[in-house]
T-cell receptor, first 115, second 117 residues
């Protein structure tokens, strides 16, 4: 079984530029999560999808961050414009609705550096 | 609101010695608790979970965790540490959203485990 795929692995941009991250979850997983992990902290949920609907985006800074999962499979997270404090690892995870007791499977993440 | 705390930023242990990584939780109702491990430049990997049943939960790579309701703790343990166990460990609790009945996960700040040869 293929795992959660994320790209790119690394990205360096200057502040005020835009950036997009892509995630392809494990096949059949209805729930997809985007987390932000700042160095020295635990993952913080940015947005959670169930199929192509948003379950929770309460911690997504909507003035600059957006995310979509149009066909209920892969997802894109965008930041526009980026700020220095957005430097972090962005993790995508997926889980099956019923199997596995809601275990989340994580991708390797995208490390973003904003200069 | 549910929360977890990992009181130690780092734990050092000699190879072959037992290890413990601490986690305490605060929940209303029955807790659903998880441990994940993160190796350098990798995503988090599931180790084990507690939902109900035996207080001692066995997981991947020889790890186990002890659920203690009276102390509201869920400490991660391994009888004999390996150098390859050196990584970042996260405790997490599952919370339910009252408005939608869906689940979300709250992670601790992580504990860096360093196993010395």
């Amino acid at each position: 079984e293929a795992g959660v795929a994320q790209s790119p692995r690394y990205k360096i941009i200057e502040k005020r530029q835009s950036v997009a991250f892509w995630c392809n979850p494990i096949s059949g997983h209805a729930t997809l999560y985007w987390y932000q992990q700042i160095l020295g902290q635990g993952p913080k949920l940015l947005i959670q999808f169930q199929n192509n609907g948003v379950v929770d985006d309460s911690q997504l800074p909507k003035d600059r961050f957006s995310a979509e999962r149009l066909k209920g499979v892969d997802s894109t997270l965008k930041i526009q414009p980026a700020k220095l404090e957005d430097s972090a690892v962005y993790l995508c995870a997926s889980s099956h609705l019923r199997q596995g007791g809601n275990i989340q499977y994580f991708g390797a993440g995208t490390r973003l550096s904003v200069l | 609101a549910q929360s977890v705390a990992q009181p130690e930023d780092q734990v050092n242990v000699a190879e072959g010695n037992p290890l413990t990584v601490k986690c305490t939780y605060s929940v209303s109702g029955n807790p659903y608790l998880f441990w994940y491990v993160q190796y350098p430049n990798r995503g988090l990997q599931f180790l084990l979970k507690y939902i109900t049943g035996d207080n001692l939960v066995k997981g991947s790579y020889g790890f186990e965790a002890e659920f203690n309701k009276s102390q509201t703790s869920f400490h991660l343990k391994k009888p004999s540490a390996l150098v390859s166990d050196s990584a970042l460990y996260f405790c997490a609790v599952r919370d339910i959203r009252a408005t939608s009945g869906t689940y979300k996960y709250i992670f601790g700040t992580g504990t860096r485990l360093k196993v010395l040869a």
